[in-house]
Protein backbone atom coordinates (compact mmCIF):
# COMPACT_ATOMS: atom_id res chain seq x y z
CA UNK A 1 0.00 0.00 0.00
CA UNK A 2 1.50 3.50 -0.78
CA UNK A 3 1.99 5.99 1.58
CA UNK A 4 -1.11 8.42 0.23
CA UNK A 5 -3.22 5.34 0.46
CA UNK A 6 -1.94 4.95 3.92
CA UNK A 7 -3.18 8.43 5.30
CA UNK A 8 -6.48 8.54 3.64
CA UNK A 9 -7.09 5.46 5.94
CA UNK A 10 -6.83 7.84 8.90
CA UNK A 11 -9.97 8.25 10.95
CA UNK A 12 -10.66 11.32 12.85
CA UNK A 13 -12.07 11.19 15.91
CA UNK A 14 -13.71 14.21 17.05
CA UNK A 15 -14.76 14.39 20.87
CA UNK A 16 -16.53 17.81 21.45
CA UNK A 17 -19.83 17.76 23.72
CA UNK A 18 -20.63 21.06 21.84
CA UNK A 19 -22.82 20.46 18.76
CA UNK A 20 -22.35 23.80 17.41
CA UNK A 21 -18.44 23.79 17.75
CA UNK A 22 -18.64 20.09 16.30
CA UNK A 23 -20.20 21.08 13.38
CA UNK A 24 -17.60 24.50 13.24
CA UNK A 25 -14.56 22.07 13.58
CA UNK A 26 -15.62 19.73 10.94
CA UNK A 27 -16.81 22.33 8.17
CA UNK A 28 -13.30 24.11 9.15
CA UNK A 29 -11.33 20.67 8.45
CA UNK A 30 -13.50 20.02 5.05
CA UNK A 31 -12.14 23.51 4.14
CA UNK A 32 -8.61 22.87 4.55
CA UNK A 33 -8.98 20.53 2.24
CA UNK A 34 -9.07 17.32 4.49
CA UNK A 35 -11.71 14.38 3.55
CA UNK A 36 -11.03 11.82 6.18
CA UNK A 37 -13.99 10.62 8.20
CA UNK A 38 -14.62 12.21 10.97
CA UNK A 39 -16.13 10.21 13.86
CA UNK A 40 -17.83 12.33 16.70
CA UNK A 41 -18.37 11.77 20.13
CA UNK A 42 -20.15 13.79 22.44
CA UNK A 43 -18.74 12.31 25.49
CA UNK A 44 -15.95 10.86 26.95
CA UNK A 45 -17.47 7.16 28.04
CA UNK A 46 -18.29 6.27 24.18
CA UNK A 47 -15.23 7.72 22.58
CA UNK A 48 -13.44 5.79 25.18
CA UNK A 49 -15.39 2.55 24.06
CA UNK A 50 -14.95 3.00 20.57
CA UNK A 51 -10.62 3.78 21.03
CA UNK A 52 -10.55 0.74 23.26
CA UNK A 53 -13.15 -1.59 21.91
CA UNK A 54 -15.49 -4.21 23.36
CA UNK A 55 -12.42 -5.77 25.38
CA UNK A 56 -10.88 -2.14 26.93
CA UNK A 57 -7.41 -3.33 25.42
CA UNK A 58 -7.27 -0.73 22.49
CA UNK A 59 -6.63 -4.11 20.34
CA UNK A 60 -9.11 -3.64 18.16
CA UNK A 61 -7.36 0.01 17.00
CA UNK A 62 -3.38 -1.28 17.37
CA UNK A 63 -3.20 -1.66 13.33
CA UNK A 64 -5.48 1.27 12.57
CA UNK A 65 -4.30 5.03 12.28
CA UNK A 66 -6.09 7.48 14.53
CA UNK A 67 -6.38 11.16 14.73
CA UNK A 68 -8.13 12.62 17.96
CA UNK A 69 -9.72 15.86 18.40
CA UNK A 70 -10.81 16.40 21.86
CA UNK A 71 -12.28 18.83 24.21
CA UNK A 72 -10.67 19.04 27.49
CA UNK A 73 -14.54 19.90 28.86
CA UNK A 74 -17.17 17.07 28.84
CA UNK A 75 -19.62 16.60 30.24
CA UNK A 76 -19.03 12.83 31.81
CA UNK A 77 -15.32 13.25 32.36
CA UNK A 78 -12.01 14.98 31.57
CA UNK A 79 -10.78 15.32 28.35
CA UNK A 80 -6.96 15.52 30.24
CA UNK A 81 -7.91 11.61 31.85
CA UNK A 82 -8.51 10.70 28.14
CA UNK A 83 -6.08 11.95 26.86
CA UNK A 84 -3.60 10.19 29.77
CA UNK A 85 -5.79 6.88 28.88
CA UNK A 86 -4.83 7.16 25.46
CA UNK A 87 -0.87 7.75 25.30
CA UNK A 88 -0.90 5.26 27.78
CA UNK A 89 -2.05 2.61 25.91
CA UNK A 90 0.86 0.61 24.00
CA UNK A 91 -2.06 -0.59 21.23
CA UNK A 92 -3.15 3.56 20.68
CA UNK A 93 -0.45 5.63 22.32
CA UNK A 94 1.37 6.66 18.68
CA UNK A 95 -2.29 7.89 17.46
CA UNK A 96 -1.90 12.30 17.53
CA UNK A 97 -4.21 14.02 20.00
CA UNK A 98 -5.05 17.75 19.35
CA UNK A 99 -6.83 19.48 22.32
CA UNK A 100 -9.04 21.79 20.72
CA UNK A 101 -10.85 23.50 24.08
CA UNK A 102 -11.87 26.97 25.96
CA UNK A 103 -9.45 25.91 28.25
CA UNK A 104 -6.14 28.59 27.96
CA UNK A 105 -4.48 27.84 31.50
CA UNK A 106 -0.79 27.78 30.90
CA UNK A 107 -0.67 25.01 33.64
CA UNK A 108 -3.34 22.95 31.76
CA UNK A 109 -1.77 23.56 28.55
CA UNK A 110 1.81 22.67 29.59
CA UNK A 111 0.35 19.33 31.24
CA UNK A 112 -1.63 18.08 27.88
CA UNK A 113 1.78 18.80 26.18
CA UNK A 114 3.63 16.65 29.14
CA UNK A 115 0.67 13.84 28.40
CA UNK A 116 1.15 13.54 25.27
CA UNK A 117 -0.62 15.82 22.60
CA UNK A 118 0.45 17.19 19.73
CA UNK A 119 -1.34 20.15 19.38
CA UNK A 120 -3.33 22.41 22.12
CA UNK A 121 -5.69 25.22 20.23
CA UNK A 122 -7.63 27.33 22.01
CA UNK A 123 -11.54 28.18 21.40
CA UNK A 124 -12.97 30.40 20.10
CA UNK A 125 -10.79 29.05 17.54
CA UNK A 126 -8.82 32.04 15.34
CA UNK A 127 -9.78 30.67 11.86
CA UNK A 128 -6.31 31.27 10.70
CA UNK A 129 -4.80 29.24 13.71
CA UNK A 130 -7.03 26.45 13.19
CA UNK A 131 -6.35 26.28 9.33
CA UNK A 132 -2.40 26.03 10.24
CA UNK A 133 -3.25 23.04 12.77
CA UNK A 134 -5.22 21.34 10.43
CA UNK A 135 -2.25 21.93 8.05
CA UNK A 136 -0.23 20.57 10.42
CA UNK A 137 -2.50 17.72 10.81
CA UNK A 138 -2.10 16.98 7.24
CA UNK A 139 1.05 16.62 7.87
CA UNK A 140 0.35 14.18 10.64
CA UNK A 141 -2.26 12.08 8.54
CA UNK A 142 0.61 11.93 5.80
CA UNK A 143 3.34 10.79 7.89
CA UNK A 144 1.53 8.71 10.31
CA UNK A 145 2.45 4.70 8.84
CA UNK A 146 -0.20 2.03 9.72
CA UNK A 147 1.75 -1.01 12.26
CA UNK A 148 1.71 -3.83 9.75
CA UNK A 149 1.87 -7.30 11.63
CA UNK A 150 4.47 -9.63 10.72
Excluded at 87 to 96: A, E, Q
Aim: aromatic share 6%.
Amino acid sequence: MSDTAKAAHVTIVMIEDDEGHAKLIERNIRRAGVTNEIVPFQNGTAALSYLFGEDGSGDANARRALLVLLDLNLPDMSGVDILEKIKSNPNIRRSPVVILTTTDDEREIQRCYDLGANVYITKPVNYESFANAIRQLGLFVSVMQVPTTD
